[in-house]
């Protein structure tokens, strides 16, 4: 059986993780030590500048590039893999803008759209589609008609993405 460690062992060893770890909960302030205490003090959170983008697509390639993409670009990125899931992702974060696929299983890109302009009709919506076995222009021109701001066909200019999400969530 080790020995019990003596409290300067304590003490030296709760300030070196300190030191080496600014964030850890298991550091306490020393008596008479009030200028370290105010250190460690966790700020105060701020709301995000960042618009909050959910990219709703059930290809993970398209899911994961459009993420890393939107993210680089001053984006806060929420992601979800149907429509069902991005209705929940809706009722949990405050969404700016979303992005959604049209052929989808579980709840198309159609029905989460005419599903958003009832329970949110402000949020700007750009329906993204390759078309499955059909014409993607079908699917898009449909998708504009319930209520998409924008529509792309896959594949879509990265830019022209980047201008419509930048447009629509511009602050008034």
Known sequence: MLPAPSTAAVLWLVNTAHACCDKNPLVGSVEGDNEREKDRRVPE???PTEPAILVVDDDDQIRAMLSRLLSRSAFRVHVAS??????TVLDEEAIDLLITDI????????ELITTVRAQR????????SGGGRVDPGHYLELAKTLGANRVLGKPFDIDELLEACRQLTAKA
């Open 45 to 47: 959170r701020s709301e």
């Open 82 to 87: 149907n429509g069902r899931r991005a209705l």
């Open 103 to 110: 052929i989808m299983p579980v709840k198309e890109g159609i």
């Open 121 to 128: 009709p402000s949020l700007p919506v750009i329906a993204i």
